[in-house]
């Protein structure tokens, strides 16, 4: 949420705005209703009973009330459901079975009195319900003034909302700010000095379009995008929880998703083969075919799984739970989750819902399916280093096995055991314990040594192994039926109620009827339905929410603010009709995500500078840019950073995806745990992109944590923009920034010869895009004074790669 | 453009930024607020505070009440018996009466300790010692029996994540009083961090500068904080000098971006941490006597008394808010309550009774709040069918917190549970009125805190909470 706001200035003036309301409706509750409802009532309605469904907890509840409706109806005592119950005008007279003094009736009146009336709230949020549940007709492309700014429909929309209230778009920013814009948005890493030279230069009018279209088809764009998805999917490489046992194939699934953005998969196949890649892969299909979309079923994997939890009855419910909420969150911006329990409190999503969507998941469980590598994956090569990691696995199995059967021997001799003594085992415990005299510090260390290699080793296998992380159904003949779904009162597991068939949201359909299952050769044929329906044009959501997401990436916010909730409590729409025309767009050109990116990055809107001649006075009319009279300021995530700066030391390696790398990470984070050790790789393939590095749940990189790396555990929609000293001591510090500054160095070293301002003029040419000016020359000098060149120039590219030019996009 | 120009044009640029609305008494703070251009800065509170800083000791995992500070003979007469749940239908967690369940009774024998009489069991023998400073509620009710929820509740007073810590909150509402440390700090055990790990101390809409910052006590205490050694002090300097000159030149061409001075202040800050944070964690200037009294010397007791003894250092300079936690779920006793809870107990009692004494000694302890709570309480029986290993569940009906120090009235109890400690029967309060409690005692009222988010004015206890009088005298 935070990137959208104006930080940390401007926020304590909003807040405190919000603060001076000292007799709001809510403390009037709290300090003069609220006490003697907790002395009077609290016994039947401290929280809501099925009788009356009607809770006293909090100032939302009464509002929403019980059965009968809301309990007060604020500036208006004599209308309260709450007065007239207790004045026994409605019948049971409240308190059951007695009654309140008639002082406390009175006074009860007056507090509702004083409050203030509500301003027909309800009435403008079911209109927006009404919008956004209802599927998008194409709004009109409305008329502008200033026609000649209009590139196409996306900047109609635009400027229409802003010439509303009389407010001018930024100019164009300067093709330097562009060119680094758009290289960032859409592979990730900076455009070199020949790339922003060759575009300032390029007079032809459509210079910037061809741009656009090359860094589109780079696959460099794909491991850009894929990361924004695997952000969505809780993407990790192992299970979390306590043993945080490895995924060995999932990496499989991040190729996919790496794929899909560079092949442009069609955004409703992508969808279908998620939820529903095994019901798709009918006999019609290829191998190929089939591999691929067993491994895109992963997606319903992706949560974290308690392996060791002792009761698998309330696992499987977790995991059912768990992929209903992130399918509704993710593909319809609904928080469906929130009605696990009970009703949602705020979109019309009964909890029944929550478990008839459930019910589409019932025949799932999770498997590791034989899936042949494709093409794409290599099969050659990872046939290759998985009989290389066998042959090394097992002479080093083997040596641990002799060295072990050695040590035992010291045990049994120095413990004066019989050879078949069992207690003999216990020689590992012995030299688990540093106090132990029977080893010593050299046999000690030899023991750990061989055994990491052998683990490391071994531990490798399975990574090259053809088999999708992926999920199957249970159906008959295996089972009687596919398990039938209930309806949870409180989520519990224990406390089954009402009997349920899959079924879409009614919200939506405007039905309970269940679903048309059609019967399916592989599988129940369930999710596939839900898929389908998902993906189809007829559902409001999926290209709305789909659209929407695409936007915030691009532009920093999206029309939505909140892309996973869209219902009540979301965020209002900044310019529906452009959602509806960008959403009708996606449709027609048959769910092409590229296409969608096109109509973004080629509108005006998206061109225009971060600075506007008119900021002043325009942050009064619309303080967080929701029109869009200038572009958002970007700051780079952490990913990007890392990637630019093995891009800018010249090490960064190119890499076609396969099992993912480990880096270095300081001892404090990656050791101490019991069930698994980290073992970095090689040095030279440590130098991927960092979409390619290996993602233990319970293991972060410290410079992701510290610069707002997406939560491994939940879905997250949009990162956090936070700005703490930790981020300095990272960038500034770290191996990491230290290593590659110098590597840095050298390659400036080698590109400008050895006359220090031509160095510097290299160094500010790589990494900004741009020359330094005289007197960014004469401050960069005073480096060189105390030291010899290249650690001059390390010092350097310390400075560039923390310079806010260097995290923020203008 | 000068540097003072620059800034004046951008908090000028700041204070119109929200429509012409920013009026008298709004102002003021926020000018004062920005014109030492930190959002850390000291604030005014709204009303005189009993306390400056509050340390917070999370017992993650949720600690027996009956095995504590609650103390049930009834137990005792029944043990063993089967359990009558039927009248509990209506419960938050259904599941967990759905199957027989027996009364256990507690393994710890309790006595009465100081001239309060306060009841202890044997679990906590030198904590007992230190009574009289402190208050007792034996009536505490969380929402959520579920761990992650209920973590969330306890760090951020709702169960769903996204909203702002305690100790968020109240650097939000105070500001801090050493600019040279964070005003957060956050001192996990490393043997296994919270649920969601940094989202409990996160900010959540609140700006990232209230967030917590985590201290190592192995190695190095902030990851990162000293730069390569080939790279002397003279160096760095000159390399900040740049980067300050390069990022002001830059500032002073897009001052309309509020977050790029935001990140250079953040610099500033990591510099001058640089300098402070070594000193303040530098534990070798304790005496040996101060370590033996928090236990360093004892692998059982190091962990958590080596972080006591950083958060007593932390508040005497000037940090607003230190919260300790237990290693995740390491209370959670649903097996083998009576070992699981003497572990964890042995882990925390004498670093607990230090923190408290020392603080007194130093002068301290008046101007520091303590808290000690859990996630929620655990119940009285144990499932039939484990009764070899027999545990308590969750119980969010009732649980056992202590306040001390920072103005809390020693020697108070507060609230009872019925005769087998299952539920609170008499002045039962939310976790919501904890954060009250605490908020109240820091001098911040916890209506008044609020924040501007989504459409509603949040707060640290959503509608309100009820400060718990009777504790703060």
Redesign the interface.
């Known amino acids: ?2 990137s959208c706001w ?16 000292p007799s ?1 409706n ?2 009037i ?2 300090e003069q209703i609220l006490p003697v409802l907790q002395a009077n009532c609290a016994t039947c309605h401290a ?1 809501a ?2 009788a009356s469904d009607f809770s006293i907890k ?3 509840d009464i509002l929403r009330g019980g059965k009968h409706g809301p309990a007060i109806t604020p500036g208006k005592s004599d209308e309260s459901l709450l007065v007239q119950y207790v004045r026994g005008e409605k019948t049971p007279k409240m308190p059951m079975g007695g009654a309140l003094p008639d002082a406390a009736i009175t006074s009860l009146a007056a507090a509702i009195d004083r409050m203030q009336p509500a301003q027909n709230q309800a009435a403008a949020r079911d209109a927006y319900l009404d919008w956004v549940l209802h599927a998008p007709k194409p709004p009109a492309i409305p008329g502008v003034k200033r026609k000649e700014w209009v590139k196409n429909p996306v900047d109609a929309f635009i400027l229409s909302k802003l010439e509303e209230k009389g407010l001018e778009p930024a100019p164009t920013a300067n093709r330097r700010a562009l060119l680094r814009r758009v290289y960032f948005d859409l592979i990730g890493l900076p455009p070199s000095p020949e790339e922003i030279e060759h575009f300032i230069n390029d007079p032809s009018a459509d210079a910037y379009e061809k741009v656009v279209d090359k860094l589109l088809a780079d696959r460099r764009y794909g491991e850009r995008w894929a990361r924004h998805w695997l952000d969505l999917v809780r993407y990790a490489e192992t299970d979390g929880f306590a043993i945080d046992s490895e995924r060995p194939t999932a990496w499989r699934y991040r190729d996919y998703v790496i794929r899909a953005f560079n092949d442009d998969k069609p955004y409703n196949l992508f969808v279908k083969e998620q939820l529903a890649g095994d019901e798709l892969t009918g006999k019609q299909f290829s191998a190929e075919k089939r591999s691929e979309r067993l491994v895109a079923l992963g997606f319903l994997r992706m949560g974290p799984w308690e392996a060791d939890a002792n009761f698998r009855t309330q696992l499987r419910q977790d995991f059912l739970n768990e992929v209903t909420s992130t399918t509704a969150s993710m593909f319809l911006g609904l928080t469906v989750g929130c009605a696990r329990c009970h009703n949602h409190k705020y979109d019309p999503i009964p909890q029944r819902d929550f478990y008839r969507m459930q019910a589409f998941f019932a025949a799932t469980k999770i498997d590791e399916r034989a899936a042949a590598f494709m093409e794409v994956e290599h099969p050659d090569e990872l046939k290759r280093l998985r009989r290389k990691c066998e042959d090394e696995a097992e002479p080093a199995s083997g040596s641990l096995k002799k060295l072990e059967e050695r040590l035992k021997q010291n045990y049994i001799e120095a413990k004066h055991l019989k050879p078949d003594d069992k207690t003999a085992g216990d020689f590992q415990k012995a030299l688990k314990d540093a106090k132990d005299p029977i080893y010593t510090a050299e046999e000690r260390q030899a023991w750990q040594e061989s055994k990491d290699l052998a683990r490391k080793l071994n531990e490798a296998i399975p990574r090259y192994s053809p088999v999708a992380y992926s999920a199957a159904d249970v159906t008959p003949p295996d089972v009687p039926a596919v398990a039938d779904t209930y309806v949870l ?2 989520g ?4 089954k109620g009402e009997k349920v068939e899959p079924g879409f949201l009614e919200c939506i359909t405007g039905t309970r009827e269940p679903a048309k299952i059609p019967y399916s050769d592989d599988g129940s044929g369930r999710r596939l339905v839900l898929a389908e329906w998902i993906a189809s044009p007829e559902n409001p959501l999926a290209s709305r929410v789909m659209v929407n997401r695409l936007w915030q990436y691009h532009f920093g916010d999206g029309i939505i603010r ?1 892309p996973s909730d869209v219902g009540k ?3 209002r729409p900044s310019n529906p009709e452009l959602l509806d025309w960008l959403a009708v767009q996606f449709l027609e050109k048959k769910w092409s995500i590229k296409a969608v990116h096109k109509l973004m990055l080629t509108s005006n809107a998206y061109q225009q500078s ?3 001649p008119e ?2 006075r325009y ?3 619309d ?1 967080n840019n929701r029109l869009l009279w200038r572009m958002n ?1 970007i ?1 780079l995530e952490a990913e990007v950073v890392r990637d630019s700066i093995l891009a800018l030391s010249g090490r960064l390696q190119s890499c076609d995806g396969g099992p993912g790398v480990f880096l270095n990470i ?1 001892a ?1 984070v990656a050791e ?1 745990f019991e069930f698994f050790k980290w073992f970095p790789s090689d040095e030279q393939e440590q130098l991927r992109r960092t979409i390619y590095t290996f993602q233990r749940r319970s293991v ?1 990189m ?1 410079m992701m ?1 510290v610069f707002d790396g997406a ?1 491994m ?2 879905s997250c929609a949009r990162r ?11 960038l ?4 990491f920034t ?1 290593t590659e500054a110098k590597y840095f160095a050298g390659r400036v070293m080698k590109l400008a010869g050895n006359d220090a301002e031509r160095q510097i003029d290299e160094a500010f040419r790589l990494a900004l895009g741009r020359a330094p ?1 005289v ?2 020359t004469g ?2 000098r ?2 060189f004074v ?2 010899d060149a290249r ?1 001059a120039l390390t ?2 590219a ?2 560039l790669f ?4 260097f ?2 996009l ?1 | 453009m000068n540097f003072e120009l620059a800034r004046r044009r951008f908090l000028y640029q700041s204070l119109t930024g929200v429509g012409g609305l920013a009026l008298g008494e709004l102002l003021n703070r926020d000018l004062k607020a920005a014109s030492t251009e930190n959002p850390l800065a000291p604030r005014k509170p709204h009303h005189t505070p009993k306390a400056k800083s509050c340390i917070f000791l999370t017992m993650l995992g949720g600690v027996s009440q009956v095995d504590t500070f609650d103390p049930k003979p009834t137990l005792d007469k029944f043990d063993n018996t089967l359990m009558d749940w039927s009248k509990e239908r209506n419960t938050d967690q259904p599941g967990l009466f759905a199957k027989p369940r027996l009364v256990l009774k507690s393994a710890f024998k309790f006595q009465k300790y100081g001239q309060c009489g306060m009841d202890v069991s044997e679990l906590f023998p030198q904590v007992a010692t230190c009574v009289d400073d402190m208050a007792f509620v034996r009536s505490i009710q969380a929402e959520s029996g579920n761990h992650p929820a209920a973590v969330f509740q306890l760090d951020t007073g709702f169960v769903m994540p996204g909203h702002p810590s305690m100790g968020a909150w109240v650097t939000y509402g105070l500001g801090t009083e050493n600019q040279n440390l964070p005003a957060f700090v956050v001192l996990p055990d490393f043997r296994s961090l919270p649920f969601s790990g940094s989202q409990q101390w996160g900010s959540g809409f609140l700006p990232a500068s209230y967030q917590g910052t985590v201290l190592r006590w192995k190695g190095e205490a902030i990851r990162d904080l000293k730069p390569p050694s080939e790279v002397t002090p003279q160096i760095q300097n000159q390399e900040m000098e740049l980067l300050r000159g390069l990022n002001q030149e830059y500032l002073e061409k897009h001052f309309t971006n509020p977050e790029l001075q935001g990140r250079m202040n953040a610099y500033e800050l990591a510099y001058r941490m640089q300098a402070e944070v070594p000193g303040v964690l530098d534990l070798a200037k304790e005496s040996e006597a101060t370590k033996q009294m928090y236990g360093m010397n004892n692998s059982v007791t190091e962990s958590f008394g080596k972080r006591c003894l950083m958060a007593r250092r932390m508040v005497e300079h000037g940090v607003r808010f230190v919260q300790l936690y237990t290693p995740s779920q390491s209370w959670d006793g649903h097996t083998d309550v009576a070992k699981n809870h003497e572990k964890n107990a042995r882990e925390t009692d004498q670093p607990i009774a230090a923190l408290i004494k020392d603080l007194k000694q130093r002068g301290l302890f008046d101007s520091t709040l303590l808290v000690w709570m859990g996630e929620f309480g655990r119940t009285p029986d144990c499932p039939a069918e484990n009764r070899e290993h027999a545990g308590r569940d969750h119980n969010t009906r009732a649980m056992t917190i202590w306040f001390a120090g920072g103005g809390i009235k020693g020697g108070t109890l507060v609230g009872a549970t019925d005769d087998l400690g299952f539920k609170a029967v008499h002045d039962a309060y939310r976790i919501r009125d904890v954060h009250a409690t605490i908020l109240h005692q820091m001098g911040l009222s916890d209506l008044d805190l609020t924040y501007y988010n989504a459409g509603r004015n949040m707060r640290l206890t959503d509608t309100g909470g009820r400060v718990i009088r009777p504790v703060v005298g």
């Not at chain 1, 923390?802 to 030019?805: D, I, P, S």
């Open positions: 949420m935070r104006p930080a940390a200035v401007l926020m304590p003036v909003t807040c405190f705005l919000a603060a001076s309301s709001s809510e403390s509750f709290r929280v009973n099925p909090t100032f939302d009162a409180g519990e597991l224990a406390a909140t409590n979301g965020d971060a600075e506007s900021a002043k942050a009064e009319i303080p300021w700051r300081p404090d101490g972060v410290p944590e939560n555990s939940e956090n923009i936070t700005t703490v000293a930790p981020q300095a001591f990272s500034l510090n770290s191996e230290n000016t007197e960014e401050k960069a005073a480096l105390h030291s650690d010092r350097l310390v400075v923390n310079l806010n030019e995290i923020y203008e």
